[in-house]
């Protein structure tokens, strides 16, 4: 075949993302408002949803080799769940650590492991890309939306170009991000909506009703990011998708109530804090 006829217009498919957020926002109840969602635990969050609202999940994870299992059944074996939840990659981070020492007794750190010289640190980065890998296949076999969970941290920012900074970033290190955030179709940051009061002089205060929104666009504040062109934060409403019908894959959710229009994202942070391989199908393996 002529590589010239394999040229074509690329078709919608599924979306792979990645919600972070500080504690009690409600990452894990957004991610499973994604249709009929499977769960993989690194930690158990989902006491946050109602038990009669619970979507299905694989029992918490207790070490690495059974998330490598967990990948592959959901691989090889013929199933109606449309999402795959990853909740979170933060606890992974924690889980795959441990399995590095364990396999280098040692080493008294992740840093000291393998000799040092950063081989910890990357061992368990390579473990993080594999992750992706095999949610890489769910995505494009299986036509799974992807969602991974991250906790938030505040991080500085030292560009030579401009002034130092401070932003909302995964709570990861440095080498295990990339394939959590530069290999994803969006980047979501949830939030509580804050209102900062207190007259010139007097200590101000920070103070929320609870609302929340998620923010996708592209900020200063945060590693927000999205390929659908949306610019403006959305509301977060309980057991609603506030993706739905802006990309691929997610219908529009129907609202009983007035809806409010939502300010494009500020670029200034608010006060509030917020192993082994896989084998997959066909002898492919996930390294």
């Known amino acids: 075949m002529n590589i010239m006829e394999t040229i074509g217009k690329p078709m919608d498919r599924a979306i792979v993302a990645t ?64 999402t795959l939840v990853i909740d979170s990659v933060t ?11 364990d396999r280098d007794k040692r080493a008294r750190s992740i840093n000291q492991a393998f000799g040092g010289y950063g081989a910890g640190p990357g061992a368990v980065a390579t473990m993080h890309r594999r992750v992706r890998k095999a949610a890489g296949l769910l995505n494009v076999r299986k036509g799974m939306h992807v969602v991974f969970v991250a906790h938030a941290e505040i991080e500085t920012m030292r560009l030579p170009d401009s002034d130092d900074y401070m ?39 920070a103070t929320s009703t609870g609302d929340r929104e998620l923010i996708v666009a592209a900020t200063a504040a945060n590693v927000s990011k999205n390929r659908f062109g949306i610019v403006d934060s959305l ?31 500020a670029d200034k942070p608010t006060t509030d804090k917020p192993a082994a391989d896989v084998a997959a199908t066909d002898g492919d393996v996930i390294e």
Not at 49 to 63: N, S, Y
Not at 177 to 198: A, H, M, N, Q, T
Not at 235 to 261: E, M, S, Y
């Open 91 to 101: 606890a992974l981070e924690a889980l795959f650590v441990q399995d590095v020492l």
């Open 167 to 205: 932003r909302y970033s995964l709570r990861l290190p440095a080498k295990s991000l990339p394939p959590y955030i530069d290999d994803v179709d969006l980047v979501g940051f949830v939030k509580l909506v804050s209102i900062v009061r207190g007259e010139d002089g007097e200590r101000k205060k």
């Open 19 to 82: 919600i972070c957020g500080d504690a009690g926002t409600g990452k894990t109840s957004l991610a499973a408002t994604f249709p009929n969602p499977i769960f993989i635990r690194a930690e158990d969050g989902m006491q946050s949803i109602p038990e009669g609202q619970r979507p299905d999940a694989f029992p918490v994870l207790k070490d690495v080799a059974q998330i490598w299992d967990q990948l592959i059944a959901l691989l090889q074996s013929e199933h109606s769940y449309q």
């Open 235 to 265: 509301d977060f409403v309980p057991g609603i998708n506030p993706l739905g019908g802006l990309v691929p894959g997610l219908p529009a959710p129907v609202r009983t109530g007035p809806t409010k229009a939502k300010k494009p994202a």
